[in-house]
């Protein structure tokens, strides 16, 4: 069974960086019918996407966030993580990791994250 679990701090100061780390188990995140990809959900919008992570390692990210924003990956922990800087109190949400699969098949339970001073 596929689980993604997010790790990281709930609670971020304007200005600094946002880093949560996405682990998997059940699968391998180099296997090459996968990739993986943050989304987040600021309170009271839809879903967005912040970026991908193919099985190769090669990154897509959103236009809207591409200037603040890095998806790596550490095989040998089988983690993707997200770094988001120069965080602004827009950039409060729910984050969520995911597996795609033609779309996102297996989330993470998602954790909140907070912008504030």
């Known amino acids: 069974q596929v689980q993604l679990q997010e790790s990281g701090p709930g609670l971020v100061k304007p200005s600094q960086t946002l880093s949560l780390t996405c682990t998997v188990s059940g699968d391998s995140i180099t296997f090459s019918a996968y990739a993986w990809i943050w989304i987040r959900q600021p309170p009271g919008k839809g879903l967005e996407w912040i970026g991908v992570?193919?099985?190769?390692?090669?990154?897509y990210y959103s236009p809207s966030l591409r200037s603040r924003t890095f998806i790596s990956r550490d095989t040998s922990k089988n983690q993707f993580p997200l770094q988001l800087t120069s965080v602004t109190p827009e950039d409060t949400a729910v984050y969520y990791c995911?597996?795609?699969?033609?779309?996102?098949?297996?989330w993470s339970q998602g954790t909140q994250v907070t912008v504030s001073s």
């Open positions: 992570i193919a099985s190769d390692g090669s990154t």
């Open positions: 995911c597996r795609i699969f033609v779309g996102p098949d297996v």
